[in-house]
């Protein structure tokens, strides 16, 4: 496999569950990262991770947790959300810092719908 | 004065036409000014990318125009085919930094 893989593509989750969604990058890159994708703000980062390292954390409510295990793997761990979480979750990598010139990679995207 | 501003939210033009999305920011600290597309079902993708050294990049059918004093950019794309129809995002940040301060996005229609 190539690029950066989400799972699962599409969850629903009523609001007291609690899930996990998956990323894992096959490109080498230092960097990962979690944007959130809504109608009401387009690509929105939630948190980035460098070297394992959390580096940014973008003032994000507690029921989302992020786990990164390695430099290949990011988690997003879900709980007790609300409807208004419904949204595309993106997960990203790149080489070095965005702002250095270094191209994010995107992965396709999990499609959450909280009930 | 994080934000990026991108105009228009939605735009038709006809193939072989030229599509301009332009956007503007505040943040004099930003150096790096990205252009991302997005295809339906599909995460966004690097297109162009220009530094405020210099005032245009052109890449095929691709160009960033920019003007520092403004402090404004643009996405130009000559000769519009319907496989660029997307969504495009323009973006800025900081050297040092991590994040990239994203546009709202500009849904394109390239009709045949």
């Known amino acids: 496999e190539t690029g950066v893989t989400q799972t699962p593509r599409h969850l629903v989750m009523g609001m007291t569950n609690k899930k996990s969604l998956k990323c894992e990058q096959h490109?080498?890159?230092?960097?990962m990262y979690w944007y959130k994708q809504s109608a009401k703000k387009p690509l929105e980062l939630m948190f980035v991770?460098?070297?394992?390292?959390?580096?940014e954390n973008n003032s994000v409510p507690s029921r989302f947790s992020p786990e990164c295990p390695n430099s290949s793997h990011l988690f997003l761990h879900l709980h007790t959300l609300q409807p208004e979480d419904s949204a595309l979750y993106l997960c990203?990598?790149?080489?070095?810092?965005?702002?250095?010139?270094?191209?994010?990679?995107f992965g396709n995207g999990t499609r959450l719908t909280v009930t | 004065q994080q934000q990026v501003k991108q105009s228009p939210q939605s735009l038709i033009v006809q193939k072989g036409g030229i599509s301009i999305i332009n956007c503007a920011y505040e943040?004099?600290?930003?150096?790096?000014f990205p252009w991302y597309q997005q295809f339906p079902g599909k995460g966004p993708a690097l297109l162009i990318a220009?530094?405020?050294?210099?005032s245009e990049k052109k890449e095929g059918r691709f160009t960033i125009s920019f003007n520092k004093s403004a402090k404004q950019f643009s996405l130009h794309i000559m000769d519009s085919q319907p496989g660029d129809s997307a969504t495009y995002f323009c973006?800025?940040?900081?050297?040092?930094?991590?994040?990239?301060?994203f546009g709202s996005g500009t849904r394109l229609l390239v009709r045949p």
């Open positions: 973006a800025a940040s900081g050297r040092s930094s991590y994040k990239l301060i």
């Open positions: 991770y460098s070297l394992e390292e959390r580096v």
């Open positions: 220009i530094r405020p050294d210099v």
């Open positions: 943040n004099t600290a930003f150096d790096y």
């Open positions: 490109l080498g890159h230092n960097a």
């Open positions: 990203a990598s790149s080489q070095d810092r965005g702002g250095s010139g270094s191209p994010l990679h």
